[in-house]
């Protein structure tokens, strides 16, 4: 289209105009303009250019470009219809994502319900005329069956069979356990762990704290856990007063709900029944529980013959009997079937008289089921007392008293491998003692920064032992590894832990925290198994700490009689001996060691 063309408004909606077309070397790109000038472009006063570039290897055979006039190839006049329907769109913004879109969801899958259905197994396959109840018949007819020729052919061909299995089975000990004795040295690189599995929360409003844990005897996986508020200025009448049994694997409901009329704060598992639990109340009574009779107690003290403050430890002595400890100062024992009346009682009153009013609040108890007579208490006042169940005077059933917390002792439990000492938790740290040293503890770790609530010994291993704080952290020490400071420590809850406890096959931990929440966690196996000679280096370590403590107990004049003053004095000389004789070795090696350099 030329400019004339323009000028006389001449359009045509498929005019085509190549211009600028020229050849060009075979290694360059050839280029050109075509416009396309539509009808809608030239009431607009648009004008739309096309630009398209070719590589030349990519064209055919050379083109041959010459100059010649403009050529009219198609000529459609407009049609003044289709002007009348043009409709100008207005311009729209739209975004473009240059990716996928996501979304991020959680998912559950359903879980697979179990269920435990008995089987009789009944004797059959006996012919109709025999009853197999008759020893006789049955007598009669195995005889009858054994001279059979098809019984005794069978009887020959699987007894080489059977004799062949035999013969492999006694080849190799498939049981033998190899490398039994030795350590493994994975196991001695180990870096110790912990790794938080499960959480489990409180189902009530108002959150309460956990105040005590049990285990289901046997290694079983379920966890009974006390809810109670001890704080009297937080505590409400329409609180709820529902504790629950967990099992681990399912953290959304828990299995059974302990139904009762208050607050629980402690529970126990039977030892010897997978099913019955004893526990004590806020308000001071003990309830009996049975989790396969539902949700209620089967059997509660009256609450006249019961505590008169919260019971903060209830434990099992024997299948059907149990006894308590409560801040009111009395230790009570009961008969689980007929918990009308505690069958015995212990005032603690350390002057000896039975007076209710100078009695101390048990708030922690504890006892070796080698010796169930004997148990110790840990008391609101700091100090822990031995005690006898049974003595011949009754103002003789304390024993001893131990003191050494500034604060109530929260914890305490005997070693389960050496019932002669116990670990207790009050006030900033943790104390280990002997039960021959009564003035101080053999062993206790440094003051931390916050409060310990909980402690508890490892089941399966006796030199480890576990420790919560009012800063959500819990430690795991280690006094074979290192006793100044913890193995591992790890930060579980921003909000305070209440307690702790191990699972009796070592790996797992429970701790509970102020808010109600459960944290269950798996330690690394360094931790929960029992490295060779563990038990003579602890019980070493033990006996070590104990014999110093009795030295420095002579030299302070509490005991004479068993050192003697020229035992003492050897003693602290010692020490003074070897240092000075260390100087003289290492000052003539350093005078050796000059000479050899002067003589060189």
């Not at 922690?364 to 089921?369: T, V």
């Not at 004997?374 to 169940?389: A, H, N």
């Not at 700490?545 to 420095?552: D, F, I, N, S, T």
Request: net charge negative; charged share 25%; aromatic share 8%.
């Amino acid at each position: 289209m030329t400019s004339q063309h323009l000028q006389s408004g001449q359009i045509t909606s498929s005019n085509l105009i190549i211009s600028n077309l020229s050849t060009t070397p075979f290694n360059r790109s050839p280029s050109c303009k075509i416009y396309i000038p539509p009808y809608q472009a030239f009431l607009s006063g648009m004008e739309i250019v096309h630009e398209y570039a070719k590589v030349r290897s990519d064209f055919g055979r050379q083109c041959l470009f010459s100059d010649r006039h403009v050529e009219m190839l198609v000529d459609i006049p407009p049609n003044p219809k289709l002007a009348s329907q043009f409709v100008l769109k207005t311009t729209r913004d739209l975004g473009v994502q240059g990716c996928y879109e996501m979304s991020e969801h959680e998912v559950n899958t359903d879980r697979f319900e179990y269920e435990n259905q008995g089987i009789n197994h009944v004797e059959g396959g006996w012919p109709k005329d025999i009853n197999s109840l008759e020893m006789e018949q049955t007598i009669r007819f195995k005889k009858k069956v054994e001279k059979d020729e098809i019984y005794m052919n069978s009887v020959l061909v699987l007894g080489e069979l059977i004799a062949q299995c035999v013969g492999q089975n006694n080849a190799v000990d498939i049981y033998q356990e190899y490398f039994k004795n030795e350590q493994l040295l994975d196991e001695l690189q180990e870096v110790p762990s912990i790794e938080i599995v499960n959480k489990y929360r409180d189902r009530s409003k108002v959150k309460r704290s956990i105040t005590c844990f049990s285990w289901q005897p046997g290694g079983g996986s379920k966890l009974a856990a006390a809810y109670s508020c001890l704080d009297s200025r937080k505590f409400t009448a329409d609180m709820s007063a529902d504790s629950y049994i967990w099992d681990i694997e399912s953290p959304n409901y828990p299995q059974a709900i302990l139904q009762a009329t208050s607050q629980l704060v402690c529970l126990t598992y039977n030892p010897r029944d997978l099913n019955t639990l004893v526990s004590g109340c806020r308000n001071g009574q003990i309830m009996l529980w049975d989790a396969r009779a539902g949700h209620q107690a089967t059997g509660v003290s009256p609450l006249e013959e019961s505590h008169t403050d919260p019971v903060y430890k209830a434990m099992w002595l024997e299948s059907d009997e149990a006894f308590s400890a409560s801040t009111d100062g009395q230790i009570l024992w009961w008969d689980v079937r007929h918990l009308s009346k505690p069958i015995e009682r212990l005032i603690l009153d350390i002057k000896r008289k039975d007076d209710l009013d100078n009695a101390l609040g048990a708030i922690s108890l504890d006892y070796s089921a080698t010796s169930p007579n004997t148990f110790i208490v840990g008391t609101e006042q700091g100090s822990v007392l031995s005690c006898k169940r049974a003595a011949e005077i009754p103002t003789e059933r304390i024993i001893c008293t131990y003191d050494g917390h500034h604060g109530p002792v929260y914890a305490l439990q005997k070693n389960p491998f050496f019932p002669q000492n116990f670990l207790t938790v009050g006030d900033w740290g943790a104390r280990i003692w002997s039960d021959e040293i009564k003035e101080t503890a053999i062993m206790w770790t440094k003051h931390q920064n916050a409060n310990l609530t909980d402690a508890c010994w490892s089941p399966v291993r006796p030199s480890v032992f576990v420790t919560v704080n009012m800063d959500g952290w819990l430690d795991i020490w280690d006094i074979l590894f290192k006793q100044n400071d913890p193995t591992i420590s790890f930060k579980v809850r921003e909000e305070p832990l209440c307690t702790v406890q191990v699972h009796e096959a070592g790996s797992k931990v429970a701790c509970g925290s102020q808010l109600g929440v459960i944290s269950l966690m798996k330690i690394s196996s360094g931790l929960c198994i029992e490295q060779n000679n563990e038990q003579d280096l602890l019980s070493e370590i033990l006996e070590r700490e104990a014999k110093r403590e009795k030295v420095l107990k002579a030299q302070r004049g509490g005991d004479e009689s068993e050192t003697d003053d020229q035992t003492l004095k050897e003693l602290v000389l010692k020490p003074e001996y070897d240092f000075y004789n260390l100087l003289d070795s290492e000052q003539r090696r350093k005078q050796w060691e000059t000479r050899q350099r002067h003589y060189k």
